[in-house]
Structures are given as structure tokens and as C-alpha cells.
């Protein structure tokens, strides 16, 4: 009976290190997944609050007039 006991714990070992191995990579994965997205999305957030102030320091209507004739696309 020990040696079944060792010899199926032989055999099983490496499975379970293989997989306890694969759920802390795809943890790691989606860890790093999610924190590029909220990266991304403070930028994103920081390129439009910059926007924003530029946009509302332009008061004067023929300025904003003459740089949307400059700049249309």
C-alpha cells in the first residue's frame, strides 16, 4: 500500500505543480491585462481634462474661428 501511496504521488506531483504553475501565470495575466486598462484610461482621462482647460482658455470666438480654419481636417 506505501509503495501505490508513492508511486501515485510520484505521478501526480508534477501535475499539480504544472497547474498550480498555469493559475499563477493566467492570475498574473489578467492582473497586468487590467492595469494597462486603467493606465490607459488615466491617460486617456489626462489627455481630455488638457483638452478641456486649452478649449476653455480660448475665449475670444475669431481665435477659435481662425485655428479650426487652420487645423480642419
Do not use: C, F, P
Amino acid at each position: 500500500m506505501w509503495t501505490t501511496l508513492t508511486m501515485a504521488w510520484n505521478n501526480a506531483k508534477y501535475w499539480i505543480i504544472a497547474t498550480a504553475v498555469a493559475v499563477l501565470y493566467l492570475l498574473g495575466y489578467q492582473k497586468g491585462k487590467s492595469s494597462e486598462k486603467i493606465k490607459t484610461m488615466k491617460g486617456t482621462l489626462t489627455n481630455v481634462k488638457q483638452a478641456k482647460t486649452a478649449r476653455d482658455s480660448l475665449v475670444d470666438s475669431d481665435r477659435i474661428k481662425r485655428l479650426h480654419d487652420k487645423y480642419k481636417r
